[in-house]
């Protein structure tokens, strides 16, 4: 836009994944968003680039190597996703959580004490989801003093190519309306993630601008932190995005668009 | 108690069934509270009687079946549910439902238009409870201008024999928390709900008590609209009952216990 080169630095991208990357096809790779892959590799060369994403089924492993297979060269130590942060938490507050998350993740807690629970981690819906297993991690809840859920992100939902689906922040307010549990959310758009991806760049949030297409979690949680929030059209958005009560920074068609607009203007916004 | 000789006349009796009459246990009949057969019989002969509940999952002629194959003698004409209630609301209503509810109650719907739902019904937890059904409904919610839920209940929990298991009333807030639906409960503790029981017991709510082992939506609920609330420490009753701002007209040990109090002292409380 006219009169952005009077804009501020821009020294370092976090992207959303899913919705921005590429779009998620239940129990399939999903496909690449169009020139995703050739924004990624802009960043990797002309700045620093870090992925910052709720998803909250695969380790970082897998999520770089399905975006790898997908022709997006994401590097695996550059994904942040909530499980591991989740994992440390634990330890550095030596909860014993039930895991209601999935396979994939389990390795991250390795070593974490899960006998006799003190909190709920969750992370799972679709496949694994089911009324026993939501029902087990309700048992548990109702029975302590203090009762503390632990949410890999709170979102209303999320998007496959054949629709929205309903997200885990639901459960999560479902289990709070029943059991009258703490939610602590570990993933966007708390502040304590952000963090997370702000260390990994090495930088203030000022420096640092969040692309995703959630309007709330990603726009609206980088902006809370300080950071610039760009709101993509891709994933889960919708138009009436344009109505709700948070005005990103900028908004492009899709990444690409993005990340070109501000390299044009000397990685200002 | 003492100087309960001074209370007001009870004319008739709303019964709870679940966790009243009998325990549940999943896949099958459950099993008989101690005496409340002789209760209901003793109701039947001495007072008038109408059974109230939030069963969901079965047909008011299934319900019956069970409680007399339990040795417990309600008659169907007797029972209350709230899936013929609700199918009655949706044709008085116009409402085109999407139904989330279990199959042996499918036949109050008959003849009610369910394409292009206007709005969803949901009475599912346990077996036919799933990720890809709850989906479906939050499909249906997310696309409509004025989303509204329909919810045969709205507890927070239900008890079986092996515990308690999180409701209805949890998987609505779910759905509330992502679409940001109207939730319409016709169930306890709605007052159209109690209107049911008291338009088939003939009578005023001053006249009433209604029995139950759930102190929101028995006890709070029949206070709330003019009848006396007794609690009984069956079912799904918990200690902490005693702690919270609800306070029973009676609180008696079981269903027999609170009928013969109130018959022995001449039918007043």
């Known amino acids: 836009p006219k009169g952005m080169s009077n804009g501020r630095a821009v020294n370092g991208f976090l992207l959303d994944i899913t919705g921005v990357l590429y779009n998620s096809i239940y129990k399939s790779d999903g496909v690449a968003i169009a020139k995703s892959a ?83 981690v969750m992370g799972e819906v679709e496949e694994g989801f089911s009324f026993d297993r939501i029902n087990r991690a309700f048992r548990i809840l109702i029975d302590m003093p203090k009762p503390l859920l632990i949410t890999m992100g709170n979102g209303k939902f999320f998007q496959r190519v054949d629709g929205p689906c309903i997200d885990v922040g639901a459960f999560a307010a479902a289990l709070k309306f029943s059991t009258n549990c703490e939610v602590l959310n570990i993933g966007k758009p708390s502040r304590f993630y952000f963090e997370q991806g702000m260390n990994a760049l090495g930088m203030k949030p ?48 899709c990444l690409y668009d993005a990340v070109k607009l501000i390299a044009d203007n000397g990685f200002r916004l």
Chains 1, 2 share one sequence.
């Open 38 to 120: 050739e924004a990624v590799d802009f960043l990797y060369q002309h700045s620093k680039v870090k992925f910052l994403s709720n998803a909250k089924g695969n380790s970082n492993r897998n999520v770089a190597r399905r975006l790898q297979r997908l022709g997006i060269n994401v590097r695996e130590e550059d994904v942040i996703t909530p499980a591991p942060v989740v994992a440390q938490y634990c330890r550095e507050n030596k909860l014993r959580p039930h895991l209601f998350v999935r396979d994939d993740v389990l390795e991250y807690f390795d070593g974490i004490d899960t006998s006799s629970p003190n909190c709920v």
């Open 206 to 253: 000022e420096e640092i601008v969040m692309v995703g297409d959630d309007l709330m979690s990603d726009v609206g949680g980088a902006q809370t932190c300080g950071m610039r929030g760009i709101q993509v059209r891709t994933g889960k958005w919708r138009p009436d995005f344009e109505k709700m009560p948070v005005t990103p920074d900028l908004t492009a068609d």
